[in-house]
């Protein structure tokens, strides 16, 4: 079929449902056009509670982290009450960045780094250098641009609209293969950022099966089951699961993906998460966070050093391969292909939920 050039179009071709074993791929104009992104910024990004991080990361009053997602610069910042607010990292004199980077308002204010307004942590605005001359003027009015955020089980989630997820609900159906208050034992180690040339769906596919693992991945395949690698999909997440071969005790290596853009990579002792935030059509960047148990902390510093060193290795491979895919996708050669049945379910529960986003929801600002 000749290429597609506009949306209506796309969804009208593109959105047939058909069972797993029938089923094509997304054809490529979704991961190349730039009228898909601008509606996915629309369609997904504005109604969906996206993942920022474990509150552990935001630890004591005045601790901030910082984020760009899309055009949108957070921060997220503990308040005096010890709850996590989340802000635009937007002075509003003239635009400027409260904090560049994570760390902590020792003073328990946050000070615009252009011209040096302070705020709260409430985020009411405090300090006005120089502006007594300014008639008419009202610091009630320039507090700080809040964001909708949510906390669940230890995780932080903020929407730019309105959200139209039970992500508590959710987030509990996650938690039902995990032991009691799992996410709160972690302890923040480290942040790592890569930048990913290819669509952030590439990499979302390339997340979501483990058909990729033996050619990818030759030293991962040799710590994980591949035979006894397993899928389960829902409609809000899908969870990939593997025997650890190097376990005495049959512990399991633990994949889940919760639309859109938030992974959980759990390992025993250890909690990666991940987030894909979409730069253009053909570039993404992924922001993976460090979290292990109290007593890995203390008595396997050496582990964490070699389980980051490793992750990214793998990350590395990963990365290769995305950008080689989008290159494919992005050629003559490309329209859409199949799925595996056995290895690649989880790939297509996230087109199909993909497809009923784009396709099927109203317009909204974003």
Not at 72 to 93: F, L, Q, S, T, W
Request: charged fraction near 20%; include cysteine; charge should be negative.
């Amino acid at each position: 079929m000749a290429h597609i050039n506009s949306f209506d179009t796309l969804c009208s071709v593109d959105t047939k449902h058909l069972p797993l074993s029938q089923a094509y791929t997304l054809r490529s104009e979704w991961y190349t056009e730039q009228y898909v992104f601008d509606e996915e910024i629309k369609q997904i990004f504005s109604s969906k509670w996206v993942f920022l991080c474990l509150e552990q990361k935001i630890p004591s009053v005045g601790s901030y982290t910082v984020l760009q997602y899309l055009h949108h610069p957070v921060i997220a910042v503990r308040d005096r009450n010890n709850a996590i607010k989340v802000y635009y990292n937007v002075c509003r004199h003239r635009g400027g960045p409260l904090a560049y980077h994570d760390g902590i308002a020792t003073t328990n204010v946050l000070q615009c780094q252009y011209h040096g307004w302070t705020y709260l942590l409430d985020g009411s605005l405090r300090g006005v250098p120089q502006f007594d001359k300014v008639d008419l003027f009202d610091k009630k009015d320039f507090g700080l641009i809040e964001i909708p955020s949510i906390v669940v089980n230890s995780m932080v989630f903020l929407c730019f609209g309105e959200p139209t997820e039970d992500i508590p609900t959710i987030v509990s159906t996650v938690n039902q293969k995990l032991p009691p208050n799992y996410f709160s034992t972690k302890k923040y180690h480290s942040t790592v950022e890569y930048i990913v040339d290819a669509n952030w769906k590439v990499y979302a596919d390339n997340y979501l099966e483990g058909y990729h693992i033996p050619l990818v991945h030759p030293t991962l395949n040799t710590m994980l089951s591949y035979r006894n690698y397993k899928v389960e999909t829902t409609n809000e997440f899908v969870l990939q699961y593997s025997p650890i071969t190097s376990s005495e005790e049959n512990e399991l290596a633990l994949y889940y993906f919760m639309y859109p853009s938030m992974m959980l990579n759990i390992l025993p002792g250890r909690l990666q998460t991940n987030v894909i935030i979409p730069i253009s059509t053909q570039q993404c960047k992924v922001i993976f966070d460090y979290y292990y148990d109290e007593d890995v902390f203390i008595n396997s510093p050496s582990q964490i050093v070699e389980d980051i060193r490793f992750s990214d290795e793998v990350q590395k491979e990963d990365a290769t391969i995305c950008k080689a895919v989008f290159q494919g996708l992005s050629s003559n050669a490309y329209t859409s292909g199949r799925f595996s049945v056995d290895t690649e379910a989880g790939v297509y529960a996230f087109q199909q939920w993909y497809r009923q986003q784009m396709c099927n929801s109203s317009n909204s600002k974003f």
